[in-house]
T-cell receptor, first 117, second 110 residues
């Protein structure tokens, strides 16, 4: 079965550079979530989108922005990168909560490992 | 605000022994609880959700609203169960975002 696809798998950047992470959800999933997992830490929610609209926002820095496109894929744009941004960035997808069948389980991608030098 | 607590950072058991991973939560509404597993260098995978009331890979978890717990249990641990386990709570009021516990690393020794 098709899974959530994230690209790139690994990314190395220097401080103050920009980065774009991409996420392709499972087909027919209309909701995308982004999580950040620092070294030795649990995943922290950043932001989510439902039907191309932002549905919730977590601990996402102002230097980061994200959007969901008409084909439901999502991109996380990161600017003025800092050393502390080094982490594993997970994307997850699900069917939308508003479909009236309760919370849908989220399916995760392999993540993008971002390293800031 | 919702919060998930996994008090054990590491659980080390012998193959064939029972294993129980503790998870406690605080949430003002009606929570939905999940267990996710992360094998070495792999993605987070859904293991169980409380509304399914099913057993996956021999694991079970029961939601105890009185004790606000969702402990994960397996009667006979296998070496392939060695992984990182995360308990997570879904926030219905805010678009289904997951709040994770700190994770418990399970090491099953031969």
């Amino acid at each position: 079965a098709a899974g959530v696809i994230q690209s790139p798998r690994h990314l190395i950047k220097e401080k103050r550079e920009t980065a774009t992470l991409k996420c392709y959800p499972i087909p027919r999933h209309d909701t995308v979530y982004w999580y950040q997992q620092g070294p030795g830490q649990d995943p922290q929610f950043l932001i989510s989108f439902y039907e191309k609209m932002q549905s919730d926002k977590g601990s996402i820095p102002d230097r980061f922005s994200a959007q969901q496109f008409s084909d439901y894929h999502s991109e996380l744009n990161m600017s003025s990168l800092e050393l502390g941004d080094s982490a594993l960035y997970f994307c997850a997808s699900s069917l939308g909560v508003r479909r009236g069948v309760g919370n849908q389980p989220q399916h995760f991608g392999d993540g993008t490992r971002l390293s800031i030098l | 605000a919702q919060r998930v607590t996994q008090p054990e950072k590491l659980l080390s058991v012998f193959k064939g022994a029972p294993v129980e991973l503790k998870c406690n939560y605080s949430y003002s509404g009606s929570p939905e609880l999940f267990w996710y597993v992360q094998y070495s260098r792999q993605r987070l995978q859904l293991l169980l959700r409380h509304i399914s009331r099913e057993s996956i890979k021999g694991f079970t978890a029961d939601l105890n609203k009185g004790e606000t717990s969702f402990h994960l249990k397996k009667p006979f641990a296998q070496e392939e169960d060695s992984a990182m386990y995360y308990c997570a709570l879904s926030d219905k009021a805010a678009g289904n975002k997951l709040t994770f516990g700190g994770g418990t690393r399970v090491l099953v020794k031969p």
